[in-house]
């Protein structure tokens, strides 16, 4: 073979190889649906049993400031509400040395029930599921650290912020590290009872679930089928474990928005707005504009924490919201607000109105979300391949 055929041949060669190694992460990309207008919701998490005064003005300023806004459709703002239905009862662990807690169905929480469902009314809060507890119960009992025992013997309502990050999870043992699974048995009638309960103090079935600090594993999904609930809120992956350090681990994925396994359909939460970390309005803005040159969702990440951790952080976040709604809404006129559940069905349906169907326009998305895998856009573009691709993707899509 003569030398001026081989170099050309040897080029195909590496670079069908290397579609090749990627071609499920990069068909997994195709896949997934791509938006005709950008979407921001922000998913707030930790909301229910805990601090009362505090939560109930959090949450009733909140629905005020929320309702100022709105969309080109006319749609305020939606902020989800991952719920946490229980804390514990500190008297009565302390006086029979067993488990017991206290439910939002305890007349002490009615301030907070009586604001959620003021922003339930207003169109401004979607309740997605959090757990009964922020831990796994048993776990907490058996842990021998003395701080941990005096929290869970401590006055109602006791703060889940407080307890060691490890033991916020709720679907694996931390008690010890590295954590053990709990069994199936366990997490059905763990999933079954908060369910229930859910519904009682709602008056409705939870169909998104957000793992507690985003552990879980295929178990719950199963008992999470069985009881109706359909969506799952993850990282982008799933984390079966915690580590002998205490952090998650057993991980599986990369998984995408609208993926279907099973039963569960995933959503992608990966950007971070919390004031509370320094996190601004700028910087979700940043994080909008690059989701929606993905054709994807911004899903802002926003803790409870942020509102209770006194008045200057609380102040500063009203603030950043303001600004964050405000900004957003000016530099993305055609911008949408939807319940994560609403844009989960939407793209089950391949709604026409709010996903894309002209394949010009995802290959356009898909090249943005290409040129975001690192290791295989920096192949790409050492070996030519990113010439074939097209640009990366370096500004955002107008409207
Ligand atoms: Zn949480």
């Known amino acids: 073979m003569s030398f001026i055929l081989f170099i050309p041949l040897a080029w195909l060669?590496?670079?069908?190889?290397?579609?090749?190694?990627?071609?499920?992460?990069?068909?997994a990309l195709w896949?997934?649906?791509?938006?005709?207008?950008?979407?921001?919701?922000?998913?707030?998490?930790?909301?229910?049993?805990?601090?009362?005064?505090?939560?109930a003005q959090a949450l009733n300023r909140l629905v005020d400031l929320l309702t100022q806004f709105k969309d080109c459709t006319g749609r305020h703002p939606v902020m989800t509400l991952a719920i946490v239905l229980a804390v514990p009862d500190g008297p009565a662990i302390r006086a029979t040395g067993r488990y017991h807690r206290i439910t939002l169905e305890h007349p002490m929480f009615a301030p907070v029930l009586a604001a959620i469902e003021r922003g339930r009314k207003a169109g401004v809060f979607a309740l997605q599921l959090h757990g009964l507890e922020h831990y796994w119960p048993p776990a907490l009992m058996a842990a021998e650290d003395p701080a941990v025992r005096a929290w869970l013997e401590s006055d109602p309502p006791a703060t889940t912020e407080r307890l060691p990050a490890h033991l916020q999870s709720r679907w694996t043992d931390a008690s010890v590290l590295p954590s053990r699974p709990l069994s199936a048995e366990e997490i059905a009638r763990a999933v079954h009872e908060e369910v229930e309960?859910?519904?009682?103090?709602?008056?409705?079935?939870?169909?998104?679930?957000?793992?507690?600090?985003?552990?879980?594993?295929?178990?719950?999904?199963?008992?999470?089928?069985r009881e109706g609930i359909d969506v799952v809120v993850t990282p982008g992956l799933r984390s079966a474990c915690r580590n002998a350090q205490?952090?998650?681990?057993?991980?599986?994925?990369?998984?995408?928005?609208?993926?279907?396994?099973?039963?569960?359909?995933?959503?992608?939460?990966?950007d971070y707005f919390e004031p509370q970390r320094g996190h601004t309005a700028e910087r979700a803005l940043h994080a909008l504009q690059r989701k929606w040159a993905q054709g994807r969702p911004c899903l802002l990440e926003l803790h409870r924490s942020n509102f209770l951790a006194g008045a200057e952080t609380a102040d500063r976040t009203y603030e950043e919201i303001d600004v964050l709604f405000r900004q957003a809404l000016t530099r993305w006129p055609q911008l949408r607000f939807v319940t994560t559940a609403e844009l989960l069905d939407r793209y089950a349906q391949?709604?026409?109105?709010?996903?894309?169907?002209?394949?010009?326009?995802?290959?356009?998305?898909?090249?943005?979300?290409?040129?975001?895998?690192?290791?295989?856009?920096?192949?790409?573009?050492?070996?030519?391949?990113?010439?074939?691709?097209?640009?990366a993707c370096a500004r955002a899509r107008t409207e």
């Open 31 to 55: 896949r997934e649906p791509v938006l005709k207008h950008p979407v921001l919701i922000i998913e707030s998490d930790d909301w229910g049993a805990g601090p009362v005064e505090p939560q």
């Open 197 to 225: 309960l859910f519904e009682r103090v709602f008056g409705e079935r939870p169909r998104v679930a957000v793992p507690p600090t985003f552990v879980w594993n295929e178990a719950v999904e199963a008992a999470w089928a």
């Open 350 to 391: 391949r709604e026409g109105a709010l996903v894309e169907t002209l394949i010009r326009r995802c290959a356009v998305a898909w090249r943005c979300r290409v040129s975001a895998l690192r290791r295989f856009w920096r192949l790409a573009r050492f070996s030519g391949l990113s010439l074939l691709i097209g640009p």
């Open 246 to 270: 205490g952090l998650p681990d057993c991980d599986a994925g990369p998984l995408h928005n609208g993926q279907r396994l099973s039963d569960m359909t995933y959503v992608v939460r990966d």
């Open 13 to 27: 060669v590496l670079v069908a190889g290397l579609l090749l190694w990627y071609r499920r992460e990069l068909l």
